[in-house]
């Protein structure tokens, strides 16, 4: 029987996931497909529902729905139970629904793919306090980085992600700025990736410090002002393509236990926004 997954979200044209994986699927010769949906708000539930009744085999969840879908969900992961958002449902055999989130482990494959692992200890500044950043805050916990500083324009959200850590410290932006040459690893997670002219950057790069490693969770465009500013300054550049297609991956290796062609996809998708490799040195 033909297997079939799909990513809901409002909007959802946008999103290159049914490309990604429906080629995943073709060059593994599996006889599976993978739709988008556009899913509003009110609609959620029906529609969970609706996947169970058709037969669904999972789905990604994005944007508006991956924290307001937990209560239809039979199960959560512990790592997306803490990061309290959820952004692939896997039906499992028993017909249950369980809840995953690889967004956060997808950035950490990617930045760690981009750099080695002799970073963990490092001091890292991660910019911004919304879901994917908490997400990422989380994963990067879990993969072993211990010093771990969150900067965001409203102290309180930044405070409650480190609280719920156990570990790090809260700042603000313009702490942030005025501290910029004590961090080692910059991580770009705020709207500012996909913004221009006064928005461009969460704040002054000025004092940003030569040999750093700077990235962005935004891959459309894959240099955002953030890293092309970094980049003048001698960052390592890591940009948000690795991390789409690694959670990607994660989510895919969930639904059918192998893992993908993955730098081929890294390859394909770079081409295709017209840009560099996902690291530049």
Do not use: C
């Amino acid at each position: 029987m033909k297997k079939w997954f799909a990513v809901i979200g409002d909007p959802i044209a946008q999103s290159k996931s049914p490309e990604m994986h429906n080629a995943w699927y073709a060059e593994m010769n599996i006889d599976a497909a993978y739709i988008p949906v556009h899913v509003k708000s009110e609609d959620l539930q029906q529609v969970v529902s609706s996947f169970q009744l058709l037969g669904t085999s999972g789905w990604n969840v994005t944007i508006p729905h991956k924290e307001t879908i937990l209560p239809f969900l039979d199960e959560l992961d512990p790592l997306a139970e803490k990061m309290g958002a959820v952004n692939t449902v896997v039906r499992t055999t028993e017909g249950k629904l369980k809840g995953y989130n690889t967004d956060g482990p997808g950035f950490v494959k990617s930045l760690e793919e981009a750099v080695g692992t002799e970073h963990r200890q490092a001091p890292l500044l991660l910019i911004g306090a919304g879901g994917a950043a908490r997400g990422i805050a989380f994963a990067l916990q879990q993969a072993g980085y211990t010093n771990i500083t969150i900067a965001n324009r409203t102290l309180e959200k930044a405070q409650a992600i480190v609280d719920e850590m156990g570990s790090g410290q809260a700042i603000t932006m313009q702490q942030a700025e005025e501290e910029l040459d004590t961090f080692k690893i910059f991580v770009q997670t705020t709207p500012a990736g996909m913004s221009t002219g006064d928005f461009a950057l969460p704040f002054s790069l000025e004092k940003f410090p030569t040999g750093a490693i700077a990235a962005d969770i935004v891959y459309n465009p894959l240099m955002t002002p953030f890293l092309l500013a970094a980049e003048k300054k001698g960052a390592t550049i890591v940009n948000g393509l690795g991390m789409f297609v690694h959670q990607g991956a994660i989510a895919y290796q969930y639904w059918l236990g192998h893992e993908p062609n993955i730098n081929g996809t890294i390859a394909r998708l770079t081409e295709q926004l017209g840009g560099k490799n996902i690291v530049n040195r």
